[in-house]
């Protein structure tokens, strides 16, 4: 089970971190992605984490202005947005797969947490 927290109301400009929380499994063997879906639109790649090498991949959209990282020991992963704009106002979301390498398809991803709401006011 994920559990996704860190939902909030910020200005554009401002800061927000996401966290995501796995319980009953160890997320060391997991690849974690974080997606999100504006309202209207589907949902799309954000950023992803490898299981083996621990690197982190974007979208382009994100670039430069959100860090994901991850602490094993506590079973949980971030998702530090900084610079935030109005057109990242979504509903986000992080998915869990095991020894995953395939990390920007959502389909690939077996597990996944309710979402938490961002909302960045201009």
């Known amino acids: 089970q994920l559990q996704a927290s860190g939902r909030g109301l910020v200005q554009a400009g401002g800061s927000l971190r996401l966290s995501c929380a796995a319980s009953g499994r160890t997320f060391s063997t997991y690849s974690v992605g974080w997606f999100r879906q504006a309202s209207g639109k589907e949902r799309e790649f954000v950023a992803a984490l490898g299981w083996s090498s621990g690197s982190a991949y974007y979208a382009d959209s994100v670039k430069g202005r959100f860090t994901a990282s991850r602490d094993n020991a506590k079973n949980t992963v971030y998702l530090q947005m900084n610079s935030l704009k109005p057109e990242d106002t979504a509903v986000y979301y992080c998915?869990?797969?095991?020894?995953?390498?395939?990390?920007?398809?959502?389909?690939?991803?077996?597990?996944w947490g309710q979402g938490t709401l961002v909302t960045v006011s201009s």
């Open positions: 998915a869990a797969q095991q020894y995953g390498d395939t990390l920007y398809g959502q389909k690939y991803y077996g597990y």
